[in-house]
């Protein structure tokens, strides 16, 4: 069935042009003296090259409320960039936040946003606030959001670090700042003595909930519009080689675990008490200019943030994000989406842990980067033994090149899961995007898996996984998007996650989208319908099927709102527990319920983000909300709280079921300075009846040196009455780590 669908891509592909066509600048090289200190006002600054700002939001094309002046120029070693941000009124600047990486949401900031490759696919993203913070980040897929947010397939690697220094400075004209980026941070290939890359530069003015860009982007393209490298304007630099650091980075810590436990006979908890003193080491070096290979020894994560605790109300398994910065790093190259928000051949949380437990990571290897035409990401990693669970070593090969122009790619990947007792599992797919017209894309995907455990009929589609998507990228005027997937029975990737497997669907999304104009004080609204629907591979009967219209409203002054109904059909082969005594039984349901959002601007002290949702929940019904309030108290201290409550009833049920779950979930972030950060988060399930607390002090006095302080703790909130007598904590922790980067 798919080789008609290649077969009209090609032919489609034959006639695409480029449709962000856009003469190069020369950027000019620094002949004089330049002071670092946050204020462009060296005489050198006026002779570089001059960018001019447009309004992106909330009027395209407007002149700014603010003035900006920004200029950009080069030496031999680093990329510097100048900006003066005026205000009429400094007081209204908000910059609240000191924190090494926070994403600046609703904050007065300015970043540049850099395709040093040119191929109007991927980018490095460097942003600063007036308090003088560096928040960087990858972009990938052209800033696709697939599945709408910041998770394993999203396109914005927030947690890429790099090797950048910025200066700021407010005073009674506004802010300033003085940006350099060595080259050595940079991976980026000249032509010759011509470098060409791709540069967006973008303003955020908090008290107008306004950005300005350059070069002028249309916010039709999207939310995240302004972020596309496909939108960028290409720069050229001469005269500038990339250079091959070395970076090593030995780690010591040391600690300690209490906890609680059954003992044999289970009528008592046993303390036990386990010091903790560990090393490992990770060296990272520029193989060439293209390529970087990263090398791991004794790989620790105990510094890393806990998870979000989430409550399950369905009958698949959870997915939680990864939060270990070294699976993070270049992630987006490894990643092979196979159609859901979750789905991939690839989850680096597959490997390192085991049911949320930490697995010893012996070490590894990873290569990242470009060989010829082709994206490269490799790796290989190898765990210890873990309980029942023997060592193995994981490995995957991605690679990715453009075909056709520059916003069309095939690429294919290979995974492998070997344990020490033999057991064998391998992945491997190909797949393609291709841009046919506009912003029309083609997206298809076949994979297959092989697992000793399975009977594996290789020429079969059991094995398989099939995807063809068509999709329209803009959010002005009419969108699209058409989805076909198929999840074969044997279909299990060892080094990856599948939600719903043995299936085969069809879903779409039809949407129209207005932007009113610099007259109303609505920014954009559009109208929307959802479907999808899945059934079983092996009896043909339906597993789920949904159909969601929907309507989004959007203001100039930052606030946004939603309302959505849902009629739902699901087909539960198998019973299933949403607690301990509140079962849904096997049978078909067809319920209605109803959403609602409403979210006010990040730009304000207070924010808040809500939602309900109520109606038919199987064969009862169900009420939720969700609440998360973040206070913005001062640049030296920030306080969220998120409450989630669901209600559950079965009134029809001769026991009359009914359930109630509350979820708090609290952080506290103590910014003393950029370099001194204390972090708490506090979390509590009453399903669970567990309180989760989790301390971190962090001290980085310059970029790869960390000291860091955790503390966890794990205890029972109810147990008293209890037989045995529960303890009064199950688990504590204290961690002291440290992190120093050598560079050669």
């Avoid at 009209?8 to 002071?35: H, M, Q, Y």
Wanted: include cysteine.
């Amino acid at each position: 069935m798919t080789k008609p669908i290649i077969l009209l891509a090609v032919s489609l592909l034959i006639i695409t042009t480029k449709i962000f066509p856009g003469e190069a600048v020369n950027i000019k090289r620094i002949k004089g003296e330049i002071l670092f200190d946050g204020i462009p006002d060296e005489p050198e600054w006026a002779n570089l090259t001059y960018l001019p700002m447009t309004m992106h939001s909330p009027v395209f094309g407007a002149e700014p409320s603010e003035a900006s002046e920004v200029r950009i120029g080069y030496d031999d070693h680093f990329l510097w960039i100048g900006a003066s941000l005026y205000m009429n009124d400094p007081g209204k600047i908000f910059a609240v936040t000191r924190k090494r990486d926070d994403r600046l949401f609703g904050h007065d900031a300015f970043g540049i946003i850099l395709d040093t490759y040119n191929d109007k696919e991927n980018a490095l993203v460097f942003y600063t606030s007036p308090n003088g913070i560096r928040t960087d980040f990858t972009i990938s897929n052209d800033a696709v959001m697939n599945g709408g947010g910041f998770g394993l397939n999203s396109s914005f690697n927030i947690s890429w670090d790099t090797f950048w220094d910025v200066k700021t400075r407010i005073d009674n004209k506004g802010w300033h700042v003085e940006m350099k980026i060595p080259f050595s941070s940079l991976k980026f290939k000249p032509s010759g003595d011509v470098t060409t890359m791709g540069l967006i530069v973008c303003r955020n003015i908090s008290a107008n909930n306004e950005t300005d860009t350059y070069p002028a982007i249309d916010p039709k393209y999207g939310m995240i519009a302004s972020n596309k490298p496909s939108l960028a304007q290409e720069i050229i630099i001469e005269g500038v080689k990339p250079s091959k650091p070395v970076y090593i980075s030995p780690y010591l810590l040391g600690g300690g675990t209490r906890e609680y436990n059954l003992n044999e006979l289970q009528t008592g908890y046993v303390r036990n008490e386990k010091p903790e003193y560990n090393a490992g080491l990770d060296i990272k070096y520029n193989i060439n200019s293209n390529l970087t290979l990263d090398l791991t020894a004794n790989t620790d994560f105990a510094q890393v943030e806990a998870d979000d605790q989430q409550v399950n109300l369905t009958r698949y398994s959870l997915f939680f994000p990864e939060k270990r910065k070294f699976f993070q790093e270049r992630s987006s190259l490894f990643d092979f989406s196979l159609g859901g928000f979750s789905d991939n051949m690839f989850y680096s949380r597959s490997i390192g842990v085991f049911n949320g437990s930490p697995v010893r990571i012996y070490g590894g290897a990873r290569i990242t980067g470009r060989m010829g035409r082709w994206d490269t990401g490799f790796l290989n990693m190898q765990t210890g033994a873990h309980d029942s669970v023997p060592g193995e070593n994981f490995g995957v090969l991605r690679m990715r090149r453009q075909v056709i122009n520059q916003n069309s790619y095939v690429g294919g990947i290979i995974t492998s899961r070997l344990g020490m007792n033999g057991y064998k599992n391998f992945g491997y797919g190909i797949d393609g995007i291709f841009r046919l017209f506009g912003v029309d894309y083609l997206n298809v995907k076949w994979a297959q898996t092989y697992d000793s455990n399975l009977e594996n009929k290789m020429n079969s589609l059991d094995p398989s996984f099939i995807l063809v998507d068509w999709e329209r990228r803009n959010e002005k005027g009419f969108a699209y998007r058409f989805n076909y997937t198929y999840s074969g029975e044997q279909l299990k990737p060892g080094v990856g996650f599948v939600m719903r497997g043995a299936v085969q669907g069809l879903n779409g999304r039809l949407s129209y989208g207005w932007f009113p104009g610099e007259k109303s004080r609505i920014y954009n609204y559009s109208v929307s319908v959802m479907a999808e629907q899945y059934n079983r591979l092996d009896d043909g009967n339906l597993e789920s099927a949904m159909i969601t219209p929907g309507i989004n409203i959007g203001t100039k002054k930052g606030i946004n709102a939603g309302l959505s109904a849902e009629v739902r059909k699901e087909g539960v082969r198998n019973d299933f527990y949403l607690s301990e005594n509140v079962v849904v039984k096997a049978n078909e349901y067809t319920f209605t319920n109803g959403q609602m959002m409403f979210s006010t601007p990040n730009s304000k002290m207070i924010s808040v983000m809500t939602g309900i949702n109520a109606g038919q929940f199987y064969d009862g019904l169900r009420y939720g909300t969700m609440t998360m309030v973040n206070f913005n108290i001062s640049s030296g201290f920030n306080l969220s709280v998120n409450y989630d409550f669901n209600a559950i009833r079965f009134p029809d049920r001769a026991s009359n079921n009914s359930l109630n779950i509350h979820l708090v979930n609290a952080k506290a972030l103590v910014m003393f300075s950029t370099k001194l950060t204390a972090a708490v988060m506090v979390q509590y399930v009453n399903s669970y009846d567990n309180l989760l607390t989790n301390f971190r002090l962090r001290y980085n006095p310059r970029e790869g040196n960390d000291l860091y302080l955790v503390l966890n703790d794990n205890r029972r909130i109810s147990g008293s009455g209890s037989v045995p007598e529960y303890p009064r904590f199950f688990n504590q922790t204290v961690m002291i780590k440290y992190i120093h980067t050598f560079i050669l």
